[in-house]
């Protein structure tokens, strides 16, 4: 049973003159996980979004950390169940789902 627990992402371009950072938190919680995306572009105020989904939502979710354990223990067993699909949260920190 793989949960996550906090996923943070960084990203940034350094393209002049206005170098431009983007992070998105990811934070689970009891009544589901709440997604905090912030963009700064050069020396602007950093821009925060933040809004979160519930745990109907994200059953069976799969995000970065346990998604590459699972690709690990799929290599080792050097099998791949068939029509393999998770819920995931992709890198806008917006649903989707994950194909293997």
Known sequence: QLET???EEQECLEL?????EKRIHIVSHEHGM???KTLQEGEAEPQCVSFS???AKLRGAL???ASLLLLRV???RQTMPPD??????DTEGDLCTSSY
Request: hydrophobic share 40%; proline share 12%.
């Open 84 to 89: 393999l699909v998770f819920p995931a949260i």
């Open 53 to 55: 989904y519930s745990r």
């Open 16 to 20: 002049r003159p206005h170098p431009t």
């Open 63 to 65: 995000l970065e950390g």
């Open 34 to 36: 709440t997604v905090t």
């Open 74 to 76: 799929l290599a080792h």
């Open 5 to 7: 627990l906090e996923q």
